[in-house]
């Protein structure tokens, strides 16, 4: 299994607080990624990091920022919590690539249920 | 739009048995991987199996294969000898080359064994 671990693993917040999701990996690998997992919706990018200050978004990138000061840590910060962000985040990595972009399997981490009241 | 569509929100089998997941995607890209990922009820993303988009030959990885229809852009997983720990949600996933490595999910099969 990929080196990967995610913290925390659930949490509660309220409407309005910030919160931060870390996202550790071992493999030293490139990209990492985030995800968040609604029911009927699969899982949908939120954003990305292609090496350490470098990222990007995804498909539903609006109310979350991102930093990646190490190789090995990619946070995931929700300014205000909302509602509509209760969800299940993933974070994966991946390390090969061609004609620089990744095109190697992502490996995903365990998972962080977040719920916003 | 890069679309994948899991068309069977659940499926069921019968233990040893096969059963076929069905998945058809959209890209007007050249250069892609399509993938199976199984998630169990502790959450965890599992990687099944791995399809080159260049390559004709399916992917084959013990119990599991596909079923890769390039023109038709049709990506079924094929699970024999069904076992009680296949139980699980199965989502199929396109990656594209040329946009950062960004998979796009379907939206899962929920498959359960029977004894």
């Known amino acids: 299994d990929a080196g990967i671990t995610q913290s925390p693993r659930h949490k509660v917040t309220e409407t309005g607080t910030p919160v931060t999701l870390r996202c550790h990996q071992t493999?030293?690998?490139?990209?990492m990624y985030w995800y968040r997992q609604d029911p009927g919706h699969g899982l949908r990018l939120i954003h990305y990091?292609?090496?350490?200050?470098?990222?990007d978004k995804g498909e539903v990138s609006d109310g979350y920022s991102v930093s990646r000061s190490k190789t090995e840590d990619f946070l995931l910060t929700l300014e205000s919590a909302t509602s509509s962000q209760t969800s299940v985040y993933f974070c994966?990595?991946?390390?090969?690539?061609?004609?620089?972009?990744?095109?190697?399997?992502?490996?995903f981490g365990p998972g962080t249920r977040l719920t916003v009241l | 739009a890069q679309t994948v569509t899991q068309s069977q929100p659940e499926m069921s089998v019968q233990e040893a048995e096969t059963v076929t997941l069905s998945c058809t995607y959209d890209?007007?890209?050249?250069?892609?991987?399509l993938f199976w990922y199984k998630q169990p009820p502790s959450r965890q993303m599992i990687l099944v199996i791995r399809?080159?988009?260049?390559?004709?030959q399916n992917a084959t990885e013990n119990r599991f294969s596909v079923n890769f229809q390039k023109a038709a852009k049709s990506f079924s997983l094929k699970i024999s000898d069904s076992q009680l720990g296949d139980a699980a949600m199965y989502f199929c996933?396109?990656?594209?080359?040329?946009?950062?490595?960004?998979?796009?999910f379907g939206q899962g099969t929920e498959l359960s064994v029977k004894p």
């Open positions: 994966a990595i991946s390390e090969s690539e061609t004609s620089g972009v990744s095109s190697d399997t992502q490996y």
């Open positions: 493999e030293n690998h490139r990209y």
């Open positions: 990091s292609y090496g350490v200050k470098d990222t």
């Open positions: 890209t007007s890209e050249s250069d892609y991987y």
């Open positions: 399809q080159e988009a260049y390559k004709q």
């Open positions: 996933a396109l990656l594209l080359y040329n946009q950062g490595g960004k998979l796009i």
